[in-house]
């Protein structure tokens, strides 16, 4: 844009308003009032508001009234570095945008904002609502298109996969629902954190230098806990290891063949959170540990229910960081990683004995577009892939977060993580596994069992949950109908206009009753689907889909509330 073209005007309330090549940026009668009106349409519990465009500030202002500061975030770009001049001269923008939980960036061309923007997405991962300022898109029409492909980009690296939301948002929502039964006669993990354990830990994870560390991890059974990270499991009991922790994260059914028929993980502790395939935690028949992965409104709701905090456990991509999270909140004692390659050390891809493992072929890693090289654990060159590498900055992340706290890398192969100490796992054993610990481990399992839920209180208050729940989904499918009727015979984005009222008035009700969070991963879908599939459609085609999408997920969810519902009554106590 050439040169900035605007006009400070006083608003008929008494606010200043502005005008920028003819275009307003706020009302011109109550600025602040607007702004309050726009935030609250779009204001949910627990969510990243990535907005662009500044303004005076009023949107950031009335956005700062609403925002928890444990749950939510403000991301703010603002393209334009006059405007940003002009809102911090006479808005009085400068107190507000230097809370914590607010983050703005100017101009649009600054690889560190979205870098910062791509953290918040990774931990709002489908949890992102969208805002441009008023007439924002028509000024900076160029901008806001790399805005917003750059937010569709971020969300295609850091969001998982926008396939595998679209793939597992059902699924995981079914593993929600079943996992609250299983989790009755579960620990919360937040009660084992309470005072902590002073052994070593070693996070056993399924890369191919497990292999050569499988020897030495046999000798210290009773010197250190030993954390084994989801699959790996079959390799550690081939060789006889018996882990304290089994961590298990995916909510795909494939990974329930890592773990069935394999009767040696019964007295083994299961570490999960809610969205774990729903197999798992029925078929293992020891102790469980259940948590939630992240502090949001879902959690606030599950927390609820259960009477107390099940605590909450950091991590993404691999479940060996979910892993390294549990280890740090355990224990002050140092952590270990073991078989964390990130990388396919010796063209392989997992060590011996998992189910998985393979070896590739050197001519497949010809190809740049799936994978890279990067410093190695002996600071020589490995070969790894886009995944493993995004793995690898979370545990970066993670250890950086850890303050003074020391992670050692004894994997002796795979890539190099920045923040770790690397040394042979010899070398660890020797400094740091000298002290027997058979005790701590066996007080450790102890106050497991004796932490459990009160299952009696438990399966009463999630009854009468689930019959609340029962009601309000019977609501949204009464009121998706409603507004599917309203848009049934509309032809035109103009006509849908005169109805906009009576739509927003369904679409607030919908939104009071489902707002629990308990429903979150089902309505993942349609939201995304909205959002990156059906920018080209009209108005009226994205409301058909929206209510119809309400309804037929609606639908869904009360068939699994009532399945549920069913084995809660035929519980034996």
């Known amino acids: ?158 969001i998982v996969n926008i396939n595998t939301i679209f793939a597992w948002s059902k699924n995981w929502q079914q593993n929600l629902l079943s996992n609250l039964y299983s989790a009755i006669e579960a620990t919360p993990f937040a009660k084992l954190t309470e005072e902590k354990l002073n052994c070593p830990v070693i996070i056993a994870s399924g890369g191919p230098s497990l292999t050569k560390q499988l020897e030495l991890l046999k000798t210290v059974e009773n010197r250190a806990l030993i954390i084994c990270a989801g699959s790996t499991i079959n390799s550690l009991l081939k060789y ?37 395939y729903r197999e798992i935690p029925s078929y293992h028949q020891g102790e469980k540990v259940v948590f939630n992965l992240q502090k949001d409104e879902l959690s606030e709701t599950i927390d609820r229910i259960f009477y107390e905090k099940l605590g909450h456990v950091r991590g993404g991509g691999s479940v060996a960081t979910f892993c390294l999270s549990i280890a740090q909140q355990l224990t002050n004692g140092p952590i270990c990683l073991i078989g964390q390659d990130l990388a396919y050390t010796n063209f392989q891809t997992h060590a011996e004995g998992n189910r998985l493992g393979k070896k590739l072929d050197k001519s497949e890693f010809s190809n740049t577009k799936k994978y890279l090289k990067v410093k190695g654990f002996y600071e ?79 399966k009463q208050s999630l009854y009468e949950f689930i019959q609340h729940s029962l009601e309000n989904i019977n609501k949204v499918i009464e009121l998706s109908k409603q507004a599917l009727n309203y848009v049934e015979n509309i032809k035109s984005d103009e006509e849908l206009v005169l109805i906009n009222n009576e739509l927003e008035e369904v679409e607030e009700k ?6 629990n969070g308990l429903l979150e991963y089902l309505f993942m879908t349609t939201v995304f689907k909205l959002f990156y599939q059906l920018d080209a459609s009209s108005l009226v085609e994205k409301s058909r889909f929206l209510y119809q999408s309400i309804m037929d997920l609606s639908k869904q969810a009360k068939m699994w509330l009532e399945d549920l519902q069913q084995k809660i009554e035929e519980m034996n106590m």
């Not at 500044?54 to 950031?60: A, C, D």
């Not at 901008?143 to 750059?150: A, Q, R, S």
């Not at 993980?265 to 969205?275: E, R, S």
């Not at 919908?510 to 707002?515: P, S």
């Open 1 to 158: 844009m050439k040169k900035l073209d605007y006009t400070i005007e006083p608003a008929k309330n008494g606010e200043k308003t502005i005008k920028v090549h003819g275009l307003y940026l706020h009302s011109t009668y109550y600025p602040s009032k607007e702004a309050e009106k726009i935030v609250r349409k779009h204001y949910t519990k627990g969510r990243l508001f990535i907005l662009f465009g500044l303004g005076l500030g009023y949107l950031v202002k009335a956005f700062d009234e609403l925002l928890d500061p444990e749950y939510d975030h403000l991301f703010v770009i603002e393209p334009s570095s006059d405007l940003f001049d002009i809102a911090i001269r006479e808005a009085n923008v400068k107190e507000v945008l230097q809370k914590s939980y607010i983050s703005f960036f100017v101009g649009t061309q600054q690889e560190i904002a979205y870098w910062k923007l791509g953290q918040l997405i990774d931990e709002h991962a489908g949890k992102i609502v969208i805002i441009d300022s008023p007439n924002y898109k028509q000024l900076f029409d160029e901008e806001y298109g790399e805005f917003l492909n750059k937010v569709k980009e971020l969300s295609y690296l850091n």
């Open 240 to 276: 006889g290891i018996k882990p304290h922790i089994l961590v298990v994260i995916d909510g795909a059914e494939v990974n329930f063949a890592h773990f069935k028929d394999v009767e040696d993980i019964h007295d083994i502790p299961l570490f999960y959170p809610l969205i774990v």
């Open 380 to 458: 020589d060159e490995v070969f790894t892939d886009y995944s493993f590498y995004s793995m690898k900055q979370t545990f970066e992340q993670l250890i950086k977060s850890f303050g003074d706290r020391v992670v050692y890398n004894a994997t002796e192969g795979g890539a190099f993580i920045e923040g770790a100490v690397h040394l042979p796992f010899a070398d660890f054993i020797t400094k740091h596994c000298n002290v027997n610990v058979a005790q701590d481990l066996n007080t450790f399992r102890e106050k497991i069992d004796a932490s459990k839920f009160d299952k009696a209180l438990i």
């Open 510 to 515: 919908i939104k009071l009753y489902l707002d």
